[in-house]
């Protein structure tokens, strides 16, 4: 089956970087849709940026002029840019993606397990 496979998490000094990825892998035919979700300890889930063929990328406010959400069509991989990290941005992130498999052609939705993302001094 279709896997996301995320990279990149750990701990960060607040004002720095990380740079998340996120690789598919299996029978890919197309990815429509690809974006970073993050939760925080006693939140909900929330859309933190994603890109869609097609469209310009989408931002969460609290992300806009920080992050920057890219895509490498021919590694089926996403990536999170993260700069000037704060505290708030601490929490599991998860990458998502609209996937259409070569055996069936039904677009489904895959999540990766997650990786933590650790903003403290």
């Known amino acids: 089956q279709v896997q996301l496979v995320e990279s990149g998490g750990g701990l960060v000094q607040p004002g720095g970087s990380l740079r998340l990825s996120c690789a598919a892998s299996g029978s890919i035919l197309e990815i429509n849709r690809m974006a970073w979700y993050r939760q925080a300890p006693g939140k909900e889930r929330e859309l933190v940026a994603r890109i869609t063929s097609g469209t310009a990328p989408d931002y969460a406010d609290s992300v806009k002029g920080r992050f920057t959400i890219s895509r490498d069509n021919a590694k089926n991989t996403v990536y999170l840019q993260m700069n000037s990290l704060k505290p708030e941005d601490t929490a599991v992130y998860y990458c998502?993606?609209?996937?259409?498999?070569?055996?069936?052609?039904?677009?489904?939705?895959?999540w990766g397990q997650g990786t933590q993302v650790t903003v403290s001094s």
């Open positions: 998502y993606a609209n996937i259409r498999r070569r055996d069936y052609y039904i677009s489904q939705q895959y």
